[in-house]
Every structure is written in structure tokens, then in C-alpha cells.
């Protein structure tokens, strides 16, 4: 199946999936494609104009059981940033903008 994702920032792109994927499989995809931490996702899915949030705690069930079928739209979110985490993100700037 193929899935809509969407993050805060409005972009949106696509992830295909097995017809029989978990969620952890579908937050798998998302942190290859885009290079997200997916023990931090939470995602929220449109389906038949009502929302439910897929949590961690769900990411052995399968995405048919959340609701997620062949064109679903899946908003990304993300919990966070917590010690356990394996992805830390350090800011930097030039020598030239610090004055």
C-alpha cells in the first residue's frame, strides 16, 4: 500500500508498504527516506474524516488494524527529544555570524 505522509513543515511525500507492514515497519521507512528518528514519531492518521494517534505502544500492530489503507494520510509528529534517543542534532554557526 501506498501512504501520504505529512510533516509540520506541510511537506508532504510517499511510502510504500506491504499490504500486511506494522506501524514499526511504516516508521521505519519514513527514517530511512527522510533521515527521522523514528523512536520519536508519533502519527496521527486521517481515516474516513476522524483521527487516531498511533503511539509507540502500537508499533506491533498492523497499520490495517489503525485504520491505514492504500492512500491513507498519515500526519508526522514527534515526542520529545529524550536521552535515550539515537539521534542528536547539534547546531552550529560560523565564526563570521557570532561578530
Known sequence: MKVVVEI???SLFYIQVGDDATVNDLKKE?????NLASDRMILIVDHKNRNKL???EDDGTSLVQC???????????????????SY?????SSESLLG
Do not use: C
Open 54 to 56: 498511533i503511539t509507540k
Open 30 to 34: 519514513i527514517e530511512a527516506r527522510e
Open 8 to 10: 509540520l513543515t506541510g
Open 88 to 92: 542528536q542534532h547539534v547546531f552550529t
Open 67 to 85: 485504520g491505514v489503507e492504500d492512500g491513507s494520510h498519515i500526519y508526522l509528529f514527534f515526542s520529545p527529544l529524550s536521552t535515550e534517543s
